[in-house]
């Protein structure tokens, strides 16, 4: 296993951890239903992807 024989800073630490960040998902327009979707994801309210069908929706009763 890896043992450092000398500590890094607090500056060197965090200029490595730069790249870790929340990133906002971009969101597009159901093409179907037009209801707000995440990109390549299946329409959550109609189930449709790229204008086809992908998934049986249930009907509510």
């Known amino acids: 296993m890896a043992h ?6 607090k500056t060197r ?4 951890r730069t790249h870790y ?3 906002k998902p ?4 159901c093409s179907n239903c037009g ?3 995440e990109y390549h994801r299946v ?6 992807y790229r204008g086809k069908p992908a998934i ?3 009907l509510a009763s």
């Open 4 to 9: 450092p024989k000398h500590k890094h800073s």
């Open 13 to 16: 630490r965090d200029k490595r």
């Open 21 to 23: 960040k929340a990133v």
């Open 26 to 29: 971009t969101i597009s327009v």
């Open 35 to 37: 209801s707000t979707v």
């Open 43 to 48: 329409c959550p309210e109609c189930g449709y």
């Open 56 to 58: 049986e929706k249930k």
